[in-house]
């Protein structure tokens, strides 16, 4: 597909918000996309409903009902950003790249799936029992949608998630676990004045975590502890009763889940603050991205079809999360950064390298060639 033409199909889905809460937007982006592979002809498209507070996911397949794929390709058609910012920024070229919420993470994927398959050949496209999956919550560590991921991903020989590449062009075969925890304090309030040694404050037994926290960060072994959100009490001469605290945990080791997770009981266990009372909820966790011998050969794939187009192919280990964390946690041979050359993910800056899209898009209808072959 011509860039030009790319551009023109991703122009409406940069110019629509579709946060992760924002079930309404993110059911625009599912119902351009079913317009879209209905046009195309030869599809069967799928809507699953997930929870309430998300909308909805696609599942789109060259075959009815089928119960094995050759291969599964992945994209999110969620976004990290609030409504009202697609109005705000919306879809831009200046010179040699595009700019727009979500133009990189992922709609740009989402698209080059899209436009690679409505250039597939037939009579390769026959050989092969292909899926689409696009869930609707990845940016919220696909609470909702993981059981049917993964679901959907056991029936595939392999797993092709179509995030940007990386910006020097490499594709990605590991990423970082992650998990995300919701840390509650539950105090005591007194008059900071009249008796402030009644009270109990949450707020200082959650500034003692932070600190204990921070001393378990191994940064030369890939495990951060980021205390990056907090908030707590209710005025300045209030003891206060209440803090919670976000905690983001990042490792290469799946191990050191476990290991974080019995320290974060161990904590609760025996608050720094007596009368103070600690709750910890997990509200997403992922595994790390592992390699095993299926997708080292997934990768030799991938660099055959790369050295057919004249594309050279680098892999990039990187510490942000994907679903194919999950998927490669069970055992499925899985790549990433299928998607075009994208950067600035979660900012203003995000931005999609327009001479990009054409090699990116050859890339992925040969691997898909490879595959049938």
Partial sequence: MKKETFLEHLKPFINTDCG???????????????????????????????????????????????DHYDVLLVGHIDTVFPEGTAAARPFKVEGDRAYGPGVADMKNGVIAI????????????????????????????????????????????????????????????RRKGNATFIITYHGVASHAGNDPEKGRSAVLEMAHWTVELAK???????????????????????????????????????????????????????????????EIRVKSQKPAMVMNEGTEQLMQLVEKAGKK???????????GGSDANTTSAHGIPSLDGFGPIGAGF????????????????????????????
């Fill in 216 to 278: 378990h960060n191994d940064y030369a072994n890939g495990t951060s502890l980021n205390v990056g959100q907090v908030k707590g009490g209710s005025a300045s001469n209030v003891v206060p009763d209440s803090a919670e605290a976000v905690l983001d945990l990042r490792f290469w080791d799946n191990s050191k889940y476990d290991e974080i997770r019995a320290l974060l009981d161990r904590l609760a266990a025996k608050p720094f603050v007596d009368g103070v009372r600690v």
């Fill in 309 to 319: 187009i004249g594309l050279p192919i680098t892999w990039q280990a990187v510490g």
């Fill in 114 to 173: 899209y436009a690679a398959l409505s250039e597939l050949d037939p009579a390769v496209r026959d050989k092969l029992s292909i899926g689409i999956l696009h869930n609707p919550d990845e940016e919220i560590g696909s609470i909702h949608s993981d059981p049917w991921l993964l679901a959907e991903a056991k029936k595939a020989d392999r797993v092709l998630v179509c995030e940007s590449a990386r910006a020097d062009g490499s594709l990605v075969n």
């Fill in 20 to 66: 992760s809460y924002q079930p309404a937007g993110v059911g625009k982006i599912a119902d351009m996309l079913t317009e879209k592979y209905t046009a195309l002809g030869g599809w069967h498209i799928k809507r699953q409903h997930l929870h309430d507070e998300v909308g909805p996911g696609l599942l789109i397949t060259n075959r009815e009902n089928p």
């Fill in 346 to 373: 979660h900012s203003e800056k995000e931005y999609l390298e327009i001479e990009s899209i054409e090699p990116r898009v050859a890339l992925l209808k040969a691997v898909l060639e490879e595959i049938a072959s």
